[in-house]
């Protein structure tokens, strides 16, 4: 399948690392793993189905570790967003994400550490996360911003 990439969400290390352990909590999300010198390589995607975004994650582990040592990820937007705002929001469905995320409320958020400057949803100026995840039982949204 050909996804069309209408932007990449900058990601600080902290926020790549976050990420990671998000998508490792997905059985789902592994799609490789590969031996390497000392250890393996472990590659994550998510999610499956095109709901209009997409991480990847690659992560190493050395001697055996239940942790990563490194941690890469990349956030990719695959649907068409309005160029005139600075916060977009995304509506998908998905209970593997809803119960990978390690709170036990009702409504489960999971922010960046980075916070932006822009025209957010509410049509006011402000900081907003540069991108956040929040989810019920039944859907979640993801908002990101695109513009530095």
Known sequence: MIELLFAAIPLESFDQQKLETLVRRIPEALIRT???ENGEKRFYS???ENHGFKINCESTYYLHSKLPSEARCSLNITQ??????DEHKITFSDSALYQ???Y???IKRFYSNERV????LNGR???HFRYGITCNSSNCELTFSSKY
Do not use: A, F, H
């Not at 068409?80 to 705002?85: C, G």
């Open 117 to 120: 400057y822009g025209l957010k």
């Open 46 to 48: 998510y999610p499956k």
């Open 104 to 106: 036990e409320n009702e």
């Open 125 to 127: 100026y402000g900081e």
């Open 80 to 85: 068409e967003v309005d160029s005139r705002l």
């Open 34 to 36: 590969e031996k390497i």
């Open 100 to 102: 990978s995320l390690s």
